[in-house]
């Protein structure tokens, strides 16, 4: 499978806004379905978000108004932008391709509260 490697998490306060990003080997980003998904602690892991390789975007109701998910195909790069975050936001956030059954090391967002 190929390789996904996120970053950018960080620790941010509430309202604030964070971008991550998806790197990924080859031209899986825009080759493929991507998804991010999130995994808050002690919670299961949820899909916040789908792009499309035509570029269509599916947002879960946790985040719609609040997320906007981008590609650079160029840089092979998948983006993340989440915008007025709350402490319910704070999770390890991961990107993987559409129907990929491992998951890489994600990024930790932590919302101060």
């Known amino acids: 499978q190929a390789q996904l490697v996120e970053s950018g998490g960080d620790l941010v306060q509430p309202g604030g806004s964070l971008t991550l990003s998806c790197v990924g080997s080859?031209?899986?980003?825009?080759?493929?379905?991507m998804t991010w998904y999130r995994q808050a602690p002690g919670k299961a892991r949820e899909w916040i978000a789908t792009?499309?390789?035509?570029?269509?975007?599916f947002y879960a109701d946790s985040v719609k108004g609040r997320i906007a998910v981008t590609r650079d195909e160029g840089k092979n790069t998948m983006y993340l932008q989440l915008n007025d975050l709350t402490t319910e936001d704070t999770a390890t956030y991961y990107c993987?391709?559409?129907?990929?059954?491992?998951w890489g090391q994600g990024t930790q967002v932590t919302v101060l509260s």
């Open positions: 792009l499309s390789p035509g570029g269509a975007t």
């Open positions: 993987r391709q559409h129907g990929a059954t491992t």
């Open positions: 080859g031209s899986i980003v825009s080759a493929e379905i």
